[in-house]
């Protein structure tokens, strides 16, 4: 369990990392360039839907930390679990990094196999 919450934890700041990535460095000729504001605008808008799901997951974490049923535990577990390949595929349809999805992919590969 305590791995499985590592492993959450590990992807989550990832995610952090990745929506925290500094702006690209502009030539002074793509600076005199007209700027395209419905671009800004609708990363603007991406960016800030990306915040608000981190802080969903956060909470998640919260309520995971904070519970003492171990089915309880599990049940937000694969909640939140869930709200991270969702949060993945946002950013693989953004064009973001996708270092973090063989860690998700094997922590449920390790969670499904039965216990020895």
């Known amino acids: 369990m305590k791995t ?46 990306m ?13 995971i930390r904070k519970t003492t049923d171990p089915k309880e535990r599990q049940r937000l577990m694969q909640e939140h679990m869930q709200s991270m390949q969702e949060n993945l595929k946002a950013m693989r349809g953004l064009g973001g990094p996708m270092m973090m999805e063989q860690m998700v992919q094997h922590d449920q590969m390790t969670q499904s196999m039965p216990a020895k």
Do not use: F, N, R
């Open 4 to 49: 499985s919450l590592l492993i959450s934890a590990i992807a989550a700041s990832g995610l952090l990392a990745a929506c925290a990535t500094p702006p690209p460095v502009v030539s002074a000729q793509e600076q005199s360039a007209p700027a395209k504001p419905a671009m800004s605008m609708d990363m603007d808008k991406q960016m800030s839907q």
């Open 51 to 63: 915040q608000e799901k981190m802080k969903a997951m956060q909470g998640q974490m919260d309520k």
